[in-house]
């Protein structure tokens, strides 16, 4: 599970910090987790997004803010049964995810070695967590005999300029490699899963194949590997499959399937290295922009709706329908991309059949012929003559008379 | 999604209200529909809470679990559901009437008449959205292998009779609600979003209320206003205003509303084992009335979140039901009621419950049955309704268009010279016709086929060979050609579904399918004792 925490930034990127921390205002700053890291890759064009979350603004808070409160919410009865899952996993001394990792290392079940579990300081900050992590995998690796685990360890990873601190649910240290475990509630059922799920689930683990990638090149003094698809075997390096450990079928009982994610590690790979860089973007607010959230004593905003409309007005979003079940934000764009008339409301697909044709009144416009100067525009005019004559509702409709009547209007 | 659809969910945007996607009923109704929503509990897979369901929009019925982790609770839930579903089910299977139909002899090859029955009706049952159907299907998968007290070996976990009963009926009924154009089993969105297209995204349709919303918002509202206001306005306690259509219910209802309630379930059972345990009646009494009070409970919240999207799915029945029927909803049905039919002969004839997984054959022959079945939807679909055929002719797999001339013409290479009269259209439309293309005349007095002769984009005609359909005269028949001035259409996809190749016999299913049956290791029986907590 992700845990957001306090993230004091440190180091060489002190002046970016800074603005960033001013722009988040005293409010505890919220770190990019593997979840959201999934979801700005899956929208990388989305500035609005990427700025919210490198200067960690609370965006539950500030959709709240907004108007449109974020719709998202964990029922008690799932978290309960996630805690249950989790502690059968951990029972005797984790033989559960152990064994089939062992058959899926090809190693005989069994070999007796004993696990070691270090202690990983969870109650201190994330760069402290990180540091301890990287110190027990280093230590971990040296030894090819021994069998590992680091329980929610801490992995740092740099996001457009900014650090993200990643919490994966355990890595599994034996032979000198690590392999990444995801526990998740969902069941396998008859040896399948939704596909869905097992996607989103592959996405996220992808972010800490890549962040233990870069840390294992950055340890060996090598650069990162060019090909996303080549497996550097470096002294602790992740392998590219990962553990995906689900229930079977309706019981609690887990089973363990290794997922390939390489393909998911590609694209995370090209989706962040096209996010723009953090700095520039801040470079395109105005001055004075912020999202303080915050309250005085007396429970009065340090900023009032209308100031935070239009501070987050400053940053363009790239809005569509899928971003309602991903961002705390999707709400509020969908309110606004409604409000420009702007055709993405309708989704992704919509826009690319339209072409240049970017807003709702432009497309019904060119429906009715009156600007039909391109090719999604005559297609458009074509297709409202078909709907028409078929509707019966053109003036004169019939075969071939070219009906340009709005249809339905 | 085609341009069409896009313009449809333009003009809705615009309008503010859902704009047809049909001119006529694409789907079967029944007169009777059961309709059925159901509950899932967060974070168990296929694990119920509630249901709510009956044939009658003024009495539904309300079945629920009161402690959704407690096994045997939920045996009784399931015994409940069967006790009620079940006779529905059943009801159609006496009504039958005989087909004739021939089979030919395995030994002599002689064609002999036979009759099978085929059930007059079959059940309908409507549920609000896809995730009602997959809820369904895990309830099956869970329920159908069990063993019951009745069985030799009950093994540790028997389930009430005619639970597993149940398990193999919704099975049968989520399979068939894969196969394109069944009717069988419906969840509302898929219906509504076939007909309707609103101003938003195919994502946001999946909600059943937000859906609705466009049919018919509140005065002063756009239908956006009503979509977001049914999606997301909550009262004072942060419960929403709109329950979501299921399975799945809102966290926060978990959290605050039903949460609650289950505990003092829980706490009342607790009690009254206690007083067992201590032989205090009078306790026992107490406590006896208070899990009566904690179930009455229950039944209030969960019928209270239930409620709204039971009366959206006869709210959208009524909407659909307006809609005149397609011409080749008939035809369809029937394919439903053979459906319905073989499966109350394999239940009669004892076979066992459908595998966990198909084999090769049965998985092949189920491919093949919905690639045609999708075939055929789509022809049948553009001949019952000119928006659907407005597809076609968009993707330029038809044209319709005015007869501006035929002119007789033979083919006099034969023996008898055979009528081949050309006929020129005028269309609006660019079909892909390439010269010696077939074309199909659609809605002709008969089937009838024509060839592409001549194209003449820039006058916008078309001309055509005739081909068939003209009787075996030497001059056609009156009637079966278009006269000048009539409107016909042509379609260059064929207007029946052609055959596929059959697949080989089970005994002679090749190696690369695992070989014929028998020969391959028989998985082992699906564990009756499962666990499932």
């Not at chain 1, 826009?351 to 019904?364: D, K, M, P, Q, Y």
Request: proline residues 9%; glycine residues 8%.
């Amino acid at each position: 599970m992700n845990v957001s925490t306090n993230v004091p930034l440190g180091g060489p990127a002190e002046p970016l910090a800074q603005r960033l921390a001013e722009l988040r205002g005293p409010a505890p700053q919220r770190s990019l987790n593997a979840r959201s890291l999934a979801a700005l890759a899956a929208n990388p064009g989305c500035h609005r997004r990427a700025v919210l979350d490198a200067a960690g603004v609370d965006k539950t808070a500030l959709a709240a803010r907004l108007g449109r409160p974020a719709p998202f919410g964990q029922s008690p009865f799932a978290i309960a049964r996630g805690v249950i899952f989790e502690s059968r996993l951990k029972a005797d001394d984790y033989a559960a995810l152990l064994e089939p990792l062992r058959a899926h290392l090809g190693l005989p079940a069994g070999d007796g070695a004993p696990l070691e579990v270090p202690d990983l300081l969870h109650r201190s900050g994330p760069a402290v967590r990180a540091d301890r992590t990287a110190e027990a995998l280093a230590r971990a690796a040296a030894e090819p005999e021994a069998w590992t685990l680091l329980d929610h360890p801490m992995l740092r990873l740099e996001v457009a300029g900014s650090a993200a601190y990643l919490e994966p649910d355990a890595l599994v240290v034996h032979g000198g490699r690590c392999t990444v475990v995801e526990i998740k509630s969902f069941p396998v059922l008859d040896g399948s899963a939704d596909p869905a799920k097992v996607g989103a689930a592959a996405r996220q683990a992808a972010v800490y194949v890549l962040a233990l990638q870069q840390h294992a090149a950055a340890a060996a003094g090598r650069p990162l590997a060019a090909d996303p698809y080549t497996e550097q075997r470096l002294p602790g390096s992740p392998r590219t499959s990962v553990l995906l450990v689900c229930p079977k079928d309706f019981g609690n009982r887990p089973t363990a399937v290794a997922v390939d994610v390489r393909r998911e590690l590609a694209t995370t790979r090209r989706q962040l290295s096209r996010m723009t860089d953090i700095g520039r973007l801040l470079a395109e607010l105005p001055a004075g922009t912020d999202f303080d959230l915050a309250a005085d004593q007396d429970g009065v905003p340090a900023r009032t709706s209308e100031q935070l409309t239009a501070a987050v007005e400053t940053m363009p979003a790239a809005y569509s329908p899928d971003c309602l079940s991903t961002c705390e934000l999707g709400f509020h764009c969908r309110a606004r991309a409604r409000c420009d008339d702007r055709v993405e409301q309708l989704g992704r697909g919509v826009r690319g059949e339209l072409g240049s044709i970017r807003t709702v009144s432009a497309a019904l416009a060119a429906a009715t012929g009156a600007d039909g100067t391109d090719d999604a525009a005559e297609r458009l005019a074509y297709a409202a003559a078909l709907r028409a004559e078929a509707l019966g509702v053109a003036v004169g409709a019939g075969v071939g008379a070219g009906a340009s009547a709005e249809a339905g209007a | 999604m085609s341009l069409l659809t896009t313009l449809a969910r333009l003009q809705a945007v615009r309008s503010g209200r859902a704009e047809p996607l049909a001119t006529v009923r694409h789907r079967h109704l029944s007169d009777r529909p059961m309709v059925l929503v159901p509950l899932t509990a967060a974070g168990e897979s296929g694990a119920p809470l509630a249901v709510m369901l009956g044939t009658d929009r003024d009495a539904p019925r309300l079945h629920l679990v009161p402690q959704p982790l407690n096994r045997t609770l939920r045996f009784d839930f399931l015994a409940e559901l069967a006790a009620d579903l079940l006779p529905y089910l059943e009801s159609f299977a006496g009504d039958v009437e005989q087909i004739e139909g021939s089979e030919k002899d395995p030994e002599t090859g002689e064609k002999t008449q036979v009759f099978r029955e085929l059930c007059a009706d079959a059940p309908q049952l409507i549920v609000p959205n896809g995730a009602g159907v997959r809820h369904l299907a895990l309830i099956g998968r869970s329920t159908r292998f069990r063993r019951t007290v009745e069985d030799e070996e009950p093994g540790p976990y028997p389930a009430p009779a005619r639970v597993p009963l149940l398990g193999r009926w919704l099975t049968h009924l989520t399979d068939r609600a894969q196969v394109p154009g069944s009717s069988l089993l419906l969840p509302m969105t898929g219906l509504l979003a076939r007909h309707w297209a609103t101003g938003q995204s195919h994502l946001e349709d999946q909600h059943l209320a937000a859906l609705l919303a466009w049919h018919a918002p509140p005065p002063g509202l756009t239908g956006a206003q009503a979509a977001e206001r049914a999606e997301s306005a909550r009262d004072g306690q942060g419960q929403l205003l709109h329950p979501p259509a299921g399975p799945a219910t809102d966290p926060r209802f978990d959290e605050f509303v039903l949460a609650p309630a289950i505990a003092r379930y829980d706490a009342a059972v607790a009690a009254l084992q206690h007083s067992a345990e201590q032989r205090d009646e009078a306790a026992a009494e107490r406590a006896r009335t208070a899990v009566k009070d904690a179930v009455g409970q229950l039944e209030q919240v969960l019928a209270a979140v239930l409620l709204p999207t039971w009366r959206d799915v006869w709210h959208g029945l009524d909407l659909l039901r307006a809609l005149p029927p397609a011409g080749h909803l008939e035809e369809r049905w029937t394919g439903d009621r053979w459906s319905y039919t073989g499966h109350r002969d394999r239940l009669a004839a004892g076979e066992p419950p459908q595998p966990r997984q198909d084999d090769a054959v049965t998985a092949a022959r189920k491919l093949a049955q919905r690639e045609r079945e999708q075939t055929r939807l789509d022809v049948q679909e553009a001949l019952d309704d000119p928006l659907a055929m407005a597809e076609h002719r968009l993707a330029g797999e038809a044209f319709a268009g005015v007869v501006t001339e035929v002119v007789p013409d033979y083919d006099t290479t034969g023996r008898s010279p055979k009528p081949r009269p050309l006929v020129t259209l005028r269309t609006a439309d660019r079909p892909h016709a390439d010269l010696g293309r077939e074309a199909h005349r659609v809605h002709g007095p008969s089937a009838q086929k024509a060839e592409i002769v001549a194209v003449d984009p820039a006058e916008g005609t078309v001309t055509l060979r005739v081909l068939s359909g003209m009787g075996r005269r030497k001059e056609p028949e009156p009637g079966s050609l278009p006269e000048p001035g009539e409107s016909v259409t042509f379609t260059l996809f064929e207007l029946t579904a052609r055959q596929s190749a059959p697949l080989p016999e089970p005994d002679d299913t090749p190696w690369t399918h695992g070989g014929p049956p028998g020969g391959a290791p028989v998985p082992a029986v699906p564990s009756a004792s499962e666990e499932w907590e």
